[in-house]
């Protein structure tokens, strides 16, 4: 039996960084393109979002999803509670984040690409760290 062979790929982290925050951008811009992953409605339904929930947001914001997880599995968010959300892509989970602990208690979300500040569903058009509606 032999042994298997591990190795560390050499990646350049910045080029890597970079092709990401890219591809990130193109969904929150194009999102009807077509990519290798899953993204809108359909991601969200695999990562077990309500529909009731998925259904009341902006059309815009869910086409432009690519969440990676859902952070509401483990445990809705108390009314009251603070929240900014760091990473927030098109701003589905920034939505019901704030649709659980009431508007006014959301501080605000943040995401690294100014593609983001320009997207038609995200939570604001403004800056990153503006509040949301
Ligand atoms: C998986 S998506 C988040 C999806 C989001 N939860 C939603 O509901 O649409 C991750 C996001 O984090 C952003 N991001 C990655 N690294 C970041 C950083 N260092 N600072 C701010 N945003 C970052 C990416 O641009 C991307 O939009």
């Given at each position: 039996m032999s042994t298997p062979v591990v190795g560390v790929a050499r990646v350049d982290r910045e080029a890597l960084r970079q092709a990401i925050a890219e591809k990130y951008a193109q969904v929150a811009t194009?999102?009807?393109?077509?990519?290798h992953f899953h993204t809108g409605r359909p991601l969200a339904m695999r990562l077990l979002y309500p529909a009731s929930v998925i259904d009341a947001l902006p059309p815009a914001t869910i086409d432009s999803f690519a969440g990676t997880g859902n952070p509401f599995l483990f445990g809705d968010l108390r009314r009251g509670e603070h929240v900014v959300d760091v990473g927030c892509g098109a701003g589905l989970d920034t939505l019901i984040a704030a649709g659980q602990v009431g508007r006014s208690r959301h501080r605000g979300r943040h995401d690294f690409r100014d593609a983001r500040k320009d997207h038609r569903g995200s939570c604001g058009d403004g800056p990153a760290q503006r509040r949301c509606p």
């Open positions: 194009n999102p009807e393109i077509g990519f």
